[in-house]
């Protein structure tokens, strides 16, 4: 790419992609650190995951502030347009992951005090380590406007649904065994939701990298595998 | 010069376009090349023009811009050293046909200049100019109508009703262009060329030139070369993409400006060094 005349510009465009890299990595890392206190019964550290969300609230806003500012000063077209018209849309998904995950970290706090009958998290370490691989490969598709990379996350998004759809079952399963399980469960359906979520902003993500890169949207329907929605499984009766 | 389109040469020396045309073709240059003296000012220009539209002609200072706009009305023969060829249509008849009179195709094709320029005679008398030689109006009161219908298509009615016997001269500068505009559209042309009409107003009476186009592009075909991206991307549906002699590229304008295919368009656009 060539350099803009107004180096300012070209430099108000650099540090933009900065700005969501640094973001990107804090989302990355609330992901991790959310999920890990809640394995590790650890209410401080869910209280400190819960703390840093702020930080990517604040870099959100402040990157609303610099793109609204930018359409107003340099009026950006053709390639430049779809830059900061992405780095508008892509800061708003991260900050919604940024949500999901402080969300998973209050709920650590809520149930750190109950015993999680073993093997229970398997699932749940499984959607972490595949949301934040998700995540940290479509920052480098972003960084690197690299379309094929995007699409390839894109096209990955089901097998995140794919294990949500078993951790759903076993979570219903443990449910149906024993009603006292029903409300650290519930709570961990929930993170379990609000990490499937993270691997739909993600696809989010990886849809803008290919609008910013070719100029148009991916073609096609994007493979889903998220069943839960219809599925019922109804209890036994005695 | 040939009148039939020779289709082989148009598919390899049209620059790429977008979408489809969805108007008629009002203006059609293949491989148009414009000399002055030995230098070369155009190089193997071929364009659809639709009409009923607006289409932008932009591009770096010097590459030719103006110079294909006077090809379309024939100022270019008022140049001595200037020498155009290939083939210009206007609803496919070819306007450089030496049995076709100059003059005749300028009443077709109108032009407003960067510079407003009125005559130095009154407001009435430079809407009432063309229509007067043109022989297009019977009588005192039809020439009146024709002179007030242009000034209210051109938005200026209202400013200079009550002063219709002042000078053009002693307009604003915003005034004394949409006086040039009525008196282009007073002789009802069917093409109306604008070479940079707004680099010398301010924004207000830019917008006014601009909405001006919007209502005229119901009934003429235009063709505006602007400097100003913006007003490309606000006033016309299609742009084309001039540099160094050469047609770059011509699209939709939503296309050019969001997401051009050539390199040089988009570095143009955006402010990079080509
Ligand atoms: N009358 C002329 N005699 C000789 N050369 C000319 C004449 N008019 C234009 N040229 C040359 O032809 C080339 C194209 O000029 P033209 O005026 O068409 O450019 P342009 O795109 O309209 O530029 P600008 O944006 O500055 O108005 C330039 O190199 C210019 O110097
Ligand atoms: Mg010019």
């Known amino acids: 790419m060539s350099e803009h005349i107004v180096k300012s510009y070209e430099q108000e465009l650099t540090g933009l992609d900065d700005k969501i890299s640094q973001m990107g990595g804090l989302a990355e890392q609330l992901v991790g650190e959310a ?10 550290r869910a209280r400190a995951t819960v703390a840093s969300d702020a930080t990517i609230d604040l870099l959100h806003r402040e990157l609303e502030e610099q793109v609204i500012l930018m359409i107003a000063r340099r009026q950006p077209l053709a390639n430049d347009l779809r830059q900061v018209i992405s780095v508008l849309k892509v800061a708003g998904e991260l900050e919604r992951v940024g949500d999901l ?7 650590a706090q809520a149930i750190s005090g109950e015993t999680h009958p073993k093997g229970l998290l398997t699932g749940l370490q499984h959607m972490t380590d595949l949301a934040s691989r998700q995540l940290k490969d479509v920052l480098d598709a972003y960084v690197a406007r690299n379309p094929e990379r995007a699409m390839q996350v894109w096209r990955q998004d089901e097998n995140l649904d794919a294990v949500y759809n078993s951790v759903f079952r076993e979570l219903l399963t443990y449910m149906m065994e024993d009603p006292r399980n029903i409300g650290l469960c519930t709570h961990l359906l929930f993170v379990a939701k609000n990490l499937e979520r993270i691997g739909d902003h993600t696809t989010n993500i990886a849809e803008t990298v ?9 073609e096609g329907e994007r493979p889903k595998g998220d069943l839960t929605s219809s599925t019922l499984m109804s209890v036994p009766h005695r | 010069m040939d009148m039939r389109p020779d289709p082989l040469v148009m598919m390899t020396t049209q620059a790429p376009t977008h979408a489809t045309l969805s108007a008629p073709t009002k203006v059609a240059a293949k491989n148009v090349n414009v000399f002055y003296g030995a230098k070369q000012a155009l190089t193997n220009v071929s364009v659809e023009i639709p009409e ?35 083939l210009i249509q206007i609803d496919g008849k ?55 219908q242009s000034l209210r298509k051109a938005s200026l009615w209202e400013e200079v009703k009550d002063r219709l016997s002042d000078s053009g001269t002693g307009l604003s ?37 601009e909405e001006l186009m919007e209502e005229l592009r119901k009934n003429f075909t235009m063709i505006i070369v602007t400097h100003s991206m913006q007003q490309a991307a606000r006033v016309s549906q299609r742009t084309a993409f001039f540099h160094l002699g050469i047609l770059v590229e011509t699209g939709s304008t939503s296309d050019i400006f969001t997401n051009p295919v050539d390199k040089r368009t988009q570095d143009y656009i955006t402010g990079r060094f080509g």
């Open chain 2, 94 to 148: 070819d306007i450089y046909d030496p049995a076709l009179d100059p003059v005749q195709l300028r009443a077709r094709v109108g032009m407003v200049f960067q510079k407003p320029n009125p005559f130095p005679k009154s407001v009435y008398d430079n809407v009432a100019y063309g229509p007067r030689i043109h022989g297009l109006s019977r009588s005192k009161a039809e020439l009146d109508q024709i002179v007030e």
């Open chain 2, 52 to 86: 009923k539209s607006v289409t932008a002609f932009i591009g770096p200072s010097g590459c030719g811009k103006s110079t294909f706009l006077r090809c379309i009305n024939r100022m270019n023969d008022t140049v001595d050293s200037c020498r155009v060829e290939g």
């Open chain 2, 173 to 209: 500068g915003g005034q004394q262009q949409r006086l040039c505009i009525a008196r282009t559209i007073a002789i009802n042309p069917e093409i109306i060329l604008m070479d940079e009409p707004c680099s010398a107003l301010d924004p207000i009476a830019t917008a006014r030139i």
């Open chain 1, 101 to 107: 995950a402080k969300n998973v970290a209050k709920r």
């Open chain 1, 210 to 218: 290919t609008y910013m890169t070719r100029g148009s949207l991916p």
């Open chain 1, 35 to 44: 999920f890990d206190s809640l394995a590790s019964h650890n209410p401080a």
